[in-house]
């Protein structure tokens, strides 16, 4: 069995950061070549990309509409029935790593304080450093709310300011950014396996869950396949995207075709993006400029 990696680094982020998802690859095809299962490889790749400042991920997560608020969600899954995520989880460099450690719960998705605690108690230590990119990002996404730009596909600034729920009162009259990181494998074995995390959706309310710890919506692995979506989760979640597109796959449709018909399932404003691997092929697609890397 040939092995495949596929690595995104989000919708919309930006071909610049090319060069860090093939660094990802790299880590992945490095483990692979160790004898390391798909699932270490897999998040082996996440760990770069939350490792780099330039990724909305682990170190450069966005910082909420307070200005103070970073809240995180990872997931890890694959063939061979291991399954872990975490939501809303702040004060961690790498959140992949404590989906890795929910995996080995009873549980599958832990979330807010208690995923914390268990951070702590896993040997997970404190981290709350705020990356001057994170600084900038949040600067300039409040500049475009002043101007009234409309924040996501389909929601208005006033919808922020309606539903506030941070300390304090908002200080915009709401922008971009859904960026999250993904890879998927296929190792020596057959098996498959996804990992993913993200700094969160900004602008988005305290407490936002999107679509990257939720199985079936931004991730899903089983015996045909891996996949991961990267966007608004919210449009994400709506279309139960990356179970959509594994089951068209192991249905038998030909891989970039069921690609093609999960992007066609989101508005095309709203920014989206999907790597896949199957027995046979890999591939990515995205309705916007977004980084990707294949091994």
């Known amino acids: 069995m040939h092995t495949a990696i596929v690595v995104h680094g989000g919708a919309g982020a930006g ?10 690859a790299q880590a992945a095809a490095g483990a692979l070549a160790r004898g390391e299962q798909g699932l270490a490889a897999a998040i082996a790749a996440v760990l770069v990309m939350e490792d780099d400042e330039r990724f909305n991920a682990g170190t450069g997560s966005a910082l909420g509409l307070d200005g103070k608020t970073i809240e995180m969600d990872a997931s890890v899954m694959d063939s061979r ?3 872990g995520a975490v939501a809303i989880l702040r004060s961690v460099r790498n959140p992949v790593l404590v989906a890795r450690d929910v995996a080995k719960s009873p549980h599958v998705l832990l979330a807010g304080e208690g995923a914390l605690r268990f951070a702590r108690m896993m ?9 001057d990119k994170a600084r900038r990002e949040h600067q300039k996404m409040l500049e475009k709310m002043a101007t009234c730009e409309q924040p996501m596909a389909g929601v208005d600034n006033i919808e922020f300011e309606r539903y506030w729920n941070y300390d304090g009162q908002p200080t915009f009259k709401a922008p971009h950014g859904c960026d999250t990181v993904g890879a998927v494998v296929r190792d020596a074995d057959g098996h498959f396996a996804v990992a993913g995390s993200t700094g969160g959706s900004a602008p988005s309310l305290l407490g ?8 079936g919506s931004g991730f899903y692995a089983g015996a045909d396949g891996a996949v991961a979506a990267t966007g608004i989760g919210e449009y994400i979640m709506r279309n139960m995207l990356a179970s959509k597109v594994y089951h068209w796959i192991a249905g038998g449709m030909d891989l970039h075709e069921a690609l093609r018909r999960g992007i066609a399932l989101v508005p ?8 896949a691997v199957s027995k046979t092929q890999a591939g990515w697609l995205a309705n916007a400029s977004t ?3 294949h091994l």
């Open 123 to 131: 040997g997970h230590e404190a981290y709350d450093v705020v990356s």
């Open 268 to 275: 095309p404003d709203a920014d989206t993006g999907l790597i």
């Open 81 to 83: 029935g291991t399954l």
């Open 291 to 293: 980084p990707f890397a």
């Open 15 to 24: 071909e610049e950061l090319s060069a860090g998802c093939r660094s990802a």
């Open 208 to 215: 936002r869950v999107g679509d990257t710890p939720l199985i």
